[in-house]
């Protein structure tokens, strides 16, 4: 009975795992199912160029993982937080923006602005920003 229902139940994860992220945009582009100019790839997090700039320099640091958003990251998530951080701190270098500074962004739910549901971390520079996010 008990097995019956923990099938039942794994059964229903995994389907509902499968559609959020077999109808998400980024992990199409991790799983090069999707075009994006890539500027880095590791093991935790891949790195591309966002298709509607706001800025010089407009780049996408994201969770290799489907994470919803910040709501969603578990206590264990944390050093992958940290490595995304680390990573726009040495793209920002490569870019050559580090100089005259950055913005950092995490839109978070409907009213952070969020409207691509796998978490990301926005690096922003090259110019001063006429009109913040949001
Ligand atoms: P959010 O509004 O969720 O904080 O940011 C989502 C970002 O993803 C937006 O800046 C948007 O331009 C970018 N974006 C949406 N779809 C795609 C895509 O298919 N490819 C790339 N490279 N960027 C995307
Ligand atoms: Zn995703």
């Not at 992990?27 to 999707?34: H, L, M, Q, S, T």
């Not at 320099?57 to 993982?65: D, E, F, M, T």
């Not at 100089?99 to 971390?121: A, C, W």
Request: hydrophobic share 45%.
């Amino acid at each position: 009975m008990f097995r019956a229902l923990a099938a039942h139940w794994f059964a229903k994860f995994s389907a509902l795992k499968a559609t959020m992220t077999d109808s998400c945009i980024f992990c199409k582009v991790i799983n090069d199912e999707a075009k994006a100019t890539i500027v880095y790839r590791d093991e935790q997090v891949t790195a591309f160029r966002d298709i509607h700039p706001v800025g010089p320099v407009h780049i996408l640091i994201v969770p290799n993982k489907h994470i919803q958003s910040v709501n969603e990251m578990d206590e264990a998530d944390k050093p992958l937080v940290g490595h995304m951080i680390f990573t726009a701190k040495r793209i920002a270098a490569q870019e050559h923006i580090a100089e005259g500074g950055y913005h950092l962004i995490m839109n978070t739910g409907p009213n952070g602005g969020q409207t691509v549901f796998h978490m990301h971390l926005h690096l922003i520079g090259g110019d001063r920003m006429k009109h913040p996010m949001g």
